[in-house]
């Protein structure tokens, strides 16, 4: 108890509650401790009825002990007018999904995922190509003027893609790039073009990509190195990979690596870039 409170407390007791035989009856107890003219005044009330004693006693008792009635409880807030959804509208999107040389993806899973302006979680939908590599899939979004979706696109022995939806109307379409994973050891090189139909990557999804797959076949610092042909100021290296740590986005990155370790690199040019873009990508690997 601290010092303040305590000499309070005390001062309180010494006042109102000094050490005596208490009073024998009521109105003696609603009394004790008044003013001699108080007292002198009610005495005259020798057999006072019980309901007034009573009365008196809780009135004299809440001003000498500075009590205080207890408050009224808080009534309980109204609920919140549950949010009025946006009007959504229902697009209808088709494609093509194509590999590294242009023939068709069969068996694909294409994904939406709606953008409805105030709903951050909007349920997805999917769809599967056929083998045309032809996909089409209805669904609602509401973002006018802007983008109204984020198609994904996935397929085993491919990388995935993804693009920004932003229609023109109802009815739109998105081909898709799914090229067959290029994968490389440390020390090795490759020439990769990016298209601007590509898949985006990179901080923000800054870029369009082509991916390469690295795999480490000792420990050491790999030291990757994208040079784009011709020469172009707004291109960059996206690095990722299990135990890898996330890097973008300048021409080259060193990554320290165990035996074993895939690097994912990410290579690509502006998104805004309207020509195809190519790459000579070196990589190369120093033992501890």
Request: charged share 10%; net charge negative; aromatic share 8%.
């Amino acid at each position: 108890m601290s010092p303040i409170f305590g000499s309070q407390i005390g001062n309180v007791g010494s006042k109102r509650c000094k050490c005596r035989k208490p009073p024998s009856n009521p109105l003696e107890l609603a009394m004790a401790g008044e003013p001699p003219h108080f007292q002198t005044m009610m005495s005259q009330f020798t057999t006072p009825p019980l309901s007034v004693v009573a009365a008196l006693v809780a009135l004299i008792s809440t001003a000498a002990c500075g009590s205080n009635p207890s408050p009224a409880a808080p009534s309980a807030p109204s609920a919140a007018p549950a949010p009025v959804p946006f009007p959504t509208s229902t697009f209808h999107l088709t494609g093509i999904a194509t590999d590294d040389d242009g023939n068709p993806v069969a068996g694909a899973t294409v994904t939406i995922k709606p953008w409805i302006y105030g709903n951050l979680n909007p349920p997805t939908v999917s769809g599967m190509t056929d083998g045309r590599g032809f996909y089409s899939i209805d669904f609602d979004a509401y973002n006018p003027g802007g983008i109204v979706g984020l198609v994904n696109a996935e397929s085993a022995g491919h990388d995935p893609s993804h693009y920004f939806l932003k229609p023109s109307g109802q009815n739109a379409s998105q081909n898709i790039h799914l090229y067959r994973i290029k994968r490389i050891t440390a020390g090795e090189s490759t020439v990769l073009t990016v298209l601007p139909s590509d898949t985006f990557c990179g901080d923000d999804d800054g870029f369009l990509c082509r991916t390469v797959h690295i795999v480490a076949p000792s420990d050491g610092l790999m030291t990757l190195e994208a040079v784009p042909t011709p020469s172009a100021a707004n291109a960059g290296l996206e690095i990722l990979g299990q135990g890898v740590a996330h890097y973008c986005c300048s021409l080259t990155a060193s990554v320290p690596v165990t035996a074993g370790t895939e690097v994912i690199a990410n290579i690509g040019e502006w998104f805004t870039s309207t020509a195809s873009q190519s790459f000579m990508f070196n990589t190369s690997l120093v033992g501890p």
